[in-house]
Every structure is written in structure tokens, then in C-alpha cells.
């Protein structure tokens, strides 16, 4: 059953269901409401029982429409749901998609194809230039920039894009009514006009809390059809981005840089486990389009599980070329290598001098 826009909503506020609880069981797709009312655990299922039968009494009504007094106030103000024709599909074949998306800006940035560009808050000059460089030349492309509008990296990018008169994404770890960080108010005000999107999956008035941000960040890569990392560390969340964006069947991108630079080792870790090496705009687009504009997204379901475990069988602690594992499991080049890539950021595999092992920590398959 199709729900409408406060059907959604209500189904977001209910107490202690989380995205991938609520993703599992829109996937069953009860009835409404009298499926819903069966599946869901007890509390939940008393709060939304509440507020069907007896709104006056319901904390969850009130809420509700406090938040649908905050989405009459303005018209760049949206609620985005399963059906929305504004909803990016691309978000419900995750494994974790968010039940609603509250969006301040311009709907029209979703409509292009999108690339994330991820990286460090504390940028080299370098950094800093490629980051803008690739940012303008995605834009004059008629692609669409998502990052998180963090400092560094990210605001560096959406900043670029927006100046070049193109389209930028913003995803908050933070309602979209909130600035945060409080220094990128003048970009914050940009992402507000044409061309410019902000979205979270938190209400509106959520203060920034740090474990919001790896939460956000799954969002940032499945919005998008790759993920660019420019310039990160050998501990950033960039590299968390880059394993999320594998799990959900993104490409990849890293530039590379000098082995001297401790804020490129790892985009260096990343090439070497088997993310693109990017030198310019055409060899992310040129990867981009063995797949089309837009290219076929799954969730890291048992297919892609079964990709990863011919592998392991494969490997040992003696090195084992790509070529002899596209040979001995049947994958493609390209499967094999993204498989690879996902089992080393997962931390069961590495490249080492003459190809590909299994790490100590990851058993074989039984």
C-alpha cells in the first residue's frame, strides 16, 4: 500500500524503530494500518494505535502535526517519502534507507546524476585545489555534488560547484533548520537557493550530535553513483565512506599524492587495495560510464556475499594475482576487483607484493 506524506511521517516518529527495523518491515509491506499494527513491536504499535484511534491523547499526533506546521510555513520546504516523486530510489535499495527525508531547497539537484566527493577537514593547499577543480568540472558536466558540508574537503567542493552555477547536495547530521558548523553559514544560505539541496533524515530543530555523522554518511554514498575521495588520512571517515559506498555498489575514487603527505596516505591505502586512480575529470567519468548515467544499485545482499566468498576460498597467505582469481572463480575483472576492494576494507584481505592475501583475522569459508 502506498502511504501518503503523514503516513510516512508518522511511521518515522514511532518510538524505538530505527531505519534498518522500519526498511525490513516496509520490505514485508503490511497493510495499512492493520498490518502495521500487527508487525510492529509493542511500543511501537501502542503509539501508533494512540494516535489512529485517539489523536487528541496521542503524543505522537501532536508531533506530528508540529511537523507539518513546519513544512506549510514555506514552500522550499519537503517532506520526501517512498512515492514521493521527488524520492531518490536510489536510497531504498540500501540496506538501511531512511523512512522520510526532510529537504530545504531546490528538488530540481536530485534530477541529475550525482558524485560524492568526501575528504579531509584540514586540506593542503593541493587538496583544497583539486577539490574545487574537480567539483567545477563534475558541474559543467551536468553532474550534481553531494558531501556533507563539513568543513575542509566537503564545503571546499559544494562551494566550488555552486559558484560554477551548478547543483550540490548537502546532507546533515543535523536537522535541515540548522547550521552546523556555525562557519559555514554563508554556505548553508547558498545550498538554500536554486540549485542548492539540503537533507537529513533527523526533524527539523535536531541539534548536530556526533553519532549522527557516520549515520549521515551512509546517506551521502547512497545518494550518489560514486564516491570521490580527494585527500584523507589513514584514520579518516573518508575511508568509512569508501566502505559504505562498496556495501552498496559504488565506484570508488581516490586521488593520489605524495607518500610524504600524511593527509593522502589514505587515498593511497585505498588505490592500493583497489579503488580507482583518478588523474582527472575523464577517468571518473570514463569508469562512470561502463555503467551508464545511471548505473544498477543493489543492496549487499547474498549475491554480493557470494562474490566475496569465491575469493576468500581463493586466498592464502601467499600472494594470488588478479588475473589467476579472475581465472579460478569465474568473475569478471572488474567484479573481482570491486569484491577485492570490499574485502579489504572489511578487513579480511589485503594486496600485498604479487597479488592478494587473506588476512590472519578472516577465516576461510566453511
Request: negative net charge.
Given at each position: 500500500?502506498q ?24 520490505a ?42 513546519w ?72 553532474w ?8 575542509g ?9 555552486l ?55 551512509r ?21 568509512v ?75 592464502s ?50
Amino acid at each position: 500500500m502506498q502511504h501518503n506524506a503523514t503516513d510516512w511521517l508518522a511511521v518515522s516518529l514511532l518510538p524505538g524503530m530505527g531505519a534498518a527495523r522500519l526498511a525490513e518491515l516496509t520490505a514485508r509491506d503490511p497493510s495499512w494500518p492493520a498490518g502495521w499494527l500487527a508487525a510492529l513491536p509493542r511500543p511501537a504499535s501502542q503509539a501508533l494505535r494512540l494516535y489512529l484511534d485517539h489523536p487528541a491523547q496521542s503524543p505522537l499526533a501532536a508531533q506530528v502535526e508540529a511537523e507539518l506546521d513546519w513544512l506549510d510555513a514555506s514552500p522550499d520546504r519537503h517532506l520526501l517519502y517512498p512515492g514521493h516523486p521527488s524520492w531518490p530510489d536510489v536510497l531504498s535499495q540500501i540496506a538501511d534507507p531512511p523512512p522520510v527525508l526532510w529537504a530545504l531547497g531546490d528538488l530540481d539537484a536530485l534530477e541529475a546524476p550525482r558524485l560524492a566527493m568526501v575528504g579531509t577537514r584540514r586540506p593542503t593547499r593541493e587538496g583544497s585545489g583539486n577539490a574545487a577543480v574537480f567539483a567545477r568540472g563534475l558541474v559543467e558536466r551536468g553532474w550534481c555534488v553531494v558531501s556533507g558540508m563539513a568543513l575542509g574537503i566537503d564545503g571546499i567542493a559544494q562551494q566550488a560547484a555552486l559558484e560554477a552555477g551548478g547543483r550540490s547536495i548537502a546532507v546533515l547530521g543535523c536537522g535541515v533548520d540548522v547550521i552546523y558548523p556555525a562557519r559555514h553559514r554563508r554556505l548553508y544560505e547558498r545550498l538554500h537557493e536554486p540549485g542548492g539541496l539540503l537533507l537529513s533524515e533527523h526533524a527539523p530543530g535536531t541539534r548536530a550530535r556526533a553519532g549522527f555523522f557516520p549515520r549521515r554518511n551512509r546517506l551521502i554514498t547512497g545518494l550518489s553513483q560514486g564516491v570521490l575521495v580527494v585527500e584523507a588520512a589513514e584514520r579518516s571517515g573518508s575511508l568509512v565512506s569508501a566502505r559504505l559506498a562498496v556495501e552498496q555498489g559504488r565506484d570508488v575514487f581516490a586521488l593520489p599524492g605524495s607518500i610524504h603527505n600524511p593527509q593522502v596516505r589514505g587515498c593511497l591505502h585505498l588505490i592500493r587495495e583497489g579503488a580507482a586512480l583518478v588523474r582527472n575529470l575523464d577517468d571518473i567519468l570514463a569508469e562512470l560510464a561502463q555503467w551508464g548515467v545511471s548505473p544498477v544499485v543493489n543492496r549487499r545482499t547474498t549475491e554480493e556475499a557470494t562474490g566475496t566468498d569465491p575469493l576468500l576460498a581463493w586466498l592464502s597467505d601467499t600472494p594470488t594475482p588478479v588475473d589467476a582469481l579472475v581465472d579460478l572463480t569465474g568473475l569478471s575483472v572488474v567484479d573481482c576487483q570491486r569484491h577485492l576492494l570490499s574485502l579489504a576494507l572489511e578487513g579480511r584481505a589485503s594486496q600485498a607484493a604479487g597479488g592478494w592475501v587473506r588476512l590472519p583475522t578472516s577465516p576461510g569459508p566453511c
